[in-house]
Nanobody, 124 residues
Framework: QVQLVESGGGLVQTGGSLRLSCAAS????????MGWFRQGPGKEREFVAR????????IYADSVKGRFTISRDNAKNTVFLQMNSLNAEDTAVYYC?????????????????WGQGTQVTVSS
């Protein structure tokens, strides 16, 4: 059983930056691909980014490509999401998730473990 705890959310102005972290415990972190998802007010949960087990491969949603960067530190059992040029559309609860499969997927149902989420609010 893997436990995931997100941190780093908060209130930021339009154009600002935030760095989210997700600390994992209870499993072998390097055997999981990791993803970030988000759910905005009144919206469905949506895929944001994914990183492979080694960190050598990443996938991004079109809406964040060029602004967000996913990375991981397997020695520290942590995955990060660097978010730049934030706008109101990025306001959401952000969740990290772990996937035991090596098959890249953006589908939330394919992920095995989830954190509780961290709120990101972008104000103008």
């Amino acid at each position: 059983q893997v436990q995931l705890v997100e941190s780093g959310g908060g209130l930021v102005q339009t154009g600002g930056s935030l760095r989210l972290s997700c600390a994992a415990s209870g499993g072998t972190f390097s055997t999981y691909a990791m993803g970030w998802f988000r759910q905005g007010p009144g919206k469905e949960r949506e895929f944001v980014a994914r990183i492979s087990r080694s960190g050598g491969s990443t996938i991004y949603a079109d809406s964040v490509k060029g602004r967000f960067t996913i990375s991981r530190d397997n020695a520290k059992n942590t995955v990060f999401l660097q978010m730049n040029s934030l706008n109101a559309e990025d306001t959401a609860v952000y969740y990290c998730a772990a996937d035991r499969s090596v098959v890249p997927t953006t589908t939330s149902a394919k992920y095995d473990y989830w954190g509780q989420g961290t709120q990101v609010t972008v104000s103008s």
